[in-house]
């Protein structure tokens, strides 16, 4: 019996989630939640897997021994995120779309510390690799003109919704932008990013 605990911000997309789950006989529902950062007593529910339909950049965890398997549905994915979000500890991302048997199956295989990708999400992994001879390039972590903008908005200062006003985009959008940015300069924070940023000359101070 996997133990299982349900966030999701949405109440419709709460119960159908613990509808899907009570549709197996190897799942139990230790909790369901609008948002995980209000349970306080997660220790206390020992949930083996989280089934989260919250907005991942704002659950992203650092993975840690014994911390529970986490189970992404979103609609927004973006390969340099995607593979952060691995590095991190996640062990399934699917779409919001994803069938009720592709999500109980990404349960149990999370479960069994198997990492889950869905077709379209590898697909998207794959067509952003770079090529063997592009290898040195990436070192150089080349950033697109987007993610200097907001490399430089960082640095000025400037909070996500802010650069999302300055920029005409959502904030969601800046917040993969920051993930992107992260992932390809090696920096485990926007501080981080920054001075290594103005270290490499992309940010002038």
Partial sequence: MIRLLIAAASPVVRAGLEALAASSPDLQVVGSFPDISVVEDLADLHPEVILSAIEPDEILPTHED??????????EVQPAWTAEAFRRGVRAILPRDASQAEILAAITAAASDLAVVHPR???????????????????????????????????????????AWKLGISEHTVKFHVASILAKVG????TEAVTIGIRKGLVLL
């Fill in 187 to 190: 920096a485990s924070s926007r």
């Fill in 121 to 163: 999400e590898m697909e998207l992994l794959l067509s952003s690799a770079p090529a063997p001879q592009a290898q040195h390039e990436a070192a150089g972590f080349e950033l697109t003109p987007r993610e200097l903008e907001v490399l430089r908005m960082i640095a000025d200062g400037a909070p996500n919704k802010i650069i």
């Fill in 66 to 75: 014994g911390t529970p398997a986490l189970v992404l549905l979103t609609n």
